[in-house]
């Protein structure tokens, strides 16, 4: 039996970095994955790649923060697949790197829209098909900093705070239903968000293995490894817990 066979699992911000590891290794465990993600070229080669593997998988496209589009989508999943298990909120973006003096009211919300109005969206309708399935796993893609302050990119520090909050709330209203929420605090990992964030600062990525005590940065692969320990039936007792995975960047 693989760790997360016969789950129904959704995906959000899919086709890229930790998302798309983690919809790998999901289908590899025997979940059938729905990639949903802005970018459809890449989403649908990987939903192609994980069918081609053996896998199940197919592609949505979806704003997270568009309540009509992930309402529409959620229920076109549970149409195809026949039920919802599992949702990955995993759909992030950094955003504006200014002192808050400097940040524009724009510039708050392009960030908040996605990372916290869209976790809210996406649970939001992911519940009554949980219900449905008779219980299911949420987990919420926080960060370090949800955690602790690193005195950069603040809107993106209090969406991955918010986050965090939102999943322990959400564990308690919802255990109940049988339907655990978590949330996942990576250190840094090397995907495109941090490459793109990084792209015009020499020395950026040394600078970042050296705050991480284990002596480097993180893979995509270290934190799917969580997500697929989250979703899986290994942890039906964990519900609002926050799982660091950060080589020890929170440690001091
Ligand atoms: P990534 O490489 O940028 O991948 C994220 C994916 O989400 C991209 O395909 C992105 O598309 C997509 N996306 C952006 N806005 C979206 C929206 N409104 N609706 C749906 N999809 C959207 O990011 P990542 O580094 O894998 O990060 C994944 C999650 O982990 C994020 O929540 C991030 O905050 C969190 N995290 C990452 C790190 C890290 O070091 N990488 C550390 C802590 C936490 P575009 O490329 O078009 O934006």
């Excluded at 893609?141 to 959400?170: Q, T």
């Excluded at 934190?223 to 020890?248: H, M, N, P, Q, R």
Aim: one cysteine or more; proline letters at 3%.
């Amino acid at each position: 039996m693989k760790r997360v066979e016969n789950k129904v699992v959704l995906v959000t911000g899919g086709a890229l970095g930790i998302g798309r590891e983690t919809c790998i290794l999901l289908a590899q465990e025997g979940a059938t994955v729905a990639v949903t993600d802005v970018l459809d070229k890449e989403g649908k080669l990987l939903a192609e790649e994980i069918n081609y593997s053996g896998g199940v998988a197919k592609f949505w496209h979806l704003d997270v923060s568009d309540e009509k589009e992930v309402e529409r989508v959620f229920a076109h999943v549970v149409k195809e697949f026949g039920k919802l298990d599992a949702t990955v909120n995993n759909a992030g973006i950094a955003g504006a790197d200014k002192p808050t003096h400097e940040l524009t009211e724009k510039e708050w919300d392009t960030v908040m829209n996605v990372n916290v109005k869209g976790v809210f969206f996406c649970t939001k309708h992911a519940i009554a098909h949980m219900k449905q399935s008779g219980g299911g796993s949420i987990v919420n893609l926080s960060s370090i900093y949800g955690l602790v302050g690193a005195g950069d990119i603040p809107p993106y520090h209090a969406s991955k705070g918010a986050v965090r909050l939102m999943s322990k709330n959400d564990a308690l209203i919802y255990a109940k239903d049988n339907i655990r929420v978590n949330s996942v605090h990576p250190g840094f990992i090397w995907t495109p968000l941090v490459e793109d964030f990084g792209k015009n600062s020499p020395g950026f990525r040394e600078n970042l293995d050296s705050l991480h005590p284990i002596g480097h940065i993180g893979e995509p692969i270290d934190i799917a490894y969580g997500i697929l320990y989250l979703i899986s039936d290994e942890s039906k007792f964990v519900t609002g817990s926050e799982l660091v995975i950060d080589g020890g960047y929170t440690c001091k």
